[in-house]
């Protein structure tokens, strides 16, 4: 662990990261400007958000026709308005006390964080999706992938400032995989690879190395786009294979104890309930081999809204988690004590920074 420790502050001085709040008002207009979209959708579908007028939850949710599935994100969107002061509940009852307007914060987001104005511009667009998408008269995948593929959200990550520790605990994974890796023959799987943004980061330092790295996720469109991404040519060790990490691996054809390392980012939160989602993942793990995950441990409004149109998201049901899908440091500290696992560490481990960080890497040992 000590080797561990001065690596991640190694790279603390290598990246310098940034959290949103160093870009000095951003933070606190971005919040804002959520909860200015969510007042935008209820008035756009015939909710009048003036300050003063009150509706009871289920008027609420007739006048939005929100589906059951959806039911989550209404619950949210609740949260998000009275946490921001611009609504107070009341029971079952939401009364309406300010009103912020959604185009003008958007106006001033781009004029003075220009880098953010792709981010937040696709921002909006998807909360103007939301009258056909919380009814069900839209797929969440169209939302999120307009042109049916990733390559909007992949020209947000690659033009968007990398704010947070996000990054940095990616590196991190990596030095420690190679660390442990050695020089041995080893077989890594990537779980939930999605766009492959753990993956750019960890396969370039493999090519040489007596390694296989499997590439899964539940998405079989995720396998194709990853074909043509990392071609045989120049990644001869990497293979593409379905995973829900979510069922039994052993169910899906995957070999009992076959992988040396398990690794994945921001997948583990995606699933209804996380110490069954790692015990059943530990399945494929030979016995003392390690699970990596790097997850995001701070709840950001902005990233519910978009992700949120999706089911899978609010899938929890694990009596850990209640507004967000994302454990904070705590809460992931709460399920290593009820893990059955020779070790489970969280780093940073440094208390002054697990109270600010966005990210964290998990280290469990089977």
């Known amino acids: 662990m000590t080797l561990v420790c001065e690596l991640e502050e190694e790279l603390f001085s290598l990246l310098k990261p940034k959290l949103l709040d160093d870009y ?13 979209l969510i007042l935008r959708y209820f008035r756009d579908e015939g909710v009048s958000v003036e300050p003063g007028v009150s509706y009871s939850f289920s008027e609420l949710e007739s006048r939005l026709k929100i589906e059951p599935r959806h039911k989550r994100m209404f619950t949210f969107f ?3 308005l009275t946490t921001r002061g611009l609504a107070q509940q009341a029971g ?3 009364e309406f006390v300010g009103y912020k307007d959604a185009d003008s914060l958007l106006k001033k987001i781009v004029g003075l964080y220009p880098a ?3 981010f937040f511009t696709f921002l909006d667009g998807c909360a103007k999706k939301y009258p056909l998408v919380l009814t069900g008269k839209m797929p969440a995948a169209h939302v999120l992938f307009p042109a049916g593929d990733s390559a909007m959200l992949e020209k947000i990550y ?7 520790y996000e990054e940095l605990y990616l590196e991190l994974l990596k030095d420690v995989l190679l660390e442990k890796m050695g020089a041995t023959h080893s077989v890594v799987v990537e ?6 943004i753990l993956t ?3 396969v370039p330092y493999l090519a040489g190395r007596s390694s296989e790295y499997v590439f899964s996720d539940i998405g079989g469109s995720f396998l194709k786009q990853a074909e043509k991404k990392y071609p045989e040519m120049r990644y001869p060790f990497i293979n593409y294979k379905e995973y829900d990490i979510s069922k039994n691996p052993l169910d899906q054809g995957w070999n009992k104890e076959a992988a040396d390392f398990v690794i994945g980012f921001n997948v583990v939160h995606a699933t209804s309930n996380i110490a069954t989602t790692l015990e059943e993942t530990a399945k494929i793990v030979k016995p003392g081999g390690w699970m990596f995950f790097v997850e995001n441990v701070k709840q950001q409004f902005w990233i519910d809204m978009i992700y949120g149109v999706t089911e899978g998201w ?10 967000s899908p994302l454990l904070t440091c705590d809460q992931w500290l709460q399920v290593a004590r009820s893990a059955n696992f020779k070790s489970f560490e969280l780093i940073p481990q440094k208390s002054e920074v697990r109270k600010k960080t966005d990210s964290a890497l998990l280290m469990i040992q089977k």
């Open 116 to 118: 953010f104005g792709l």
């Open 78 to 80: 609740i949260h998000v």
């Open 158 to 164: 690659a033009n968007t400032p990398k704010v947070g």
């Open 92 to 94: 079952d009852t939401l």
């Open 24 to 36: 000095l008002g951003l933070e606190e207009l971005a919040n804002d400007f959520s909860a200015a």
């Open 191 to 196: 779980v939930g690879a999605g766009q492959g």
């Open 314 to 323: 609010w899938c929890f049901d694990d009596g850990i988690r209640t507004i």
């Open 200 to 202: 750019d980061v960890v």
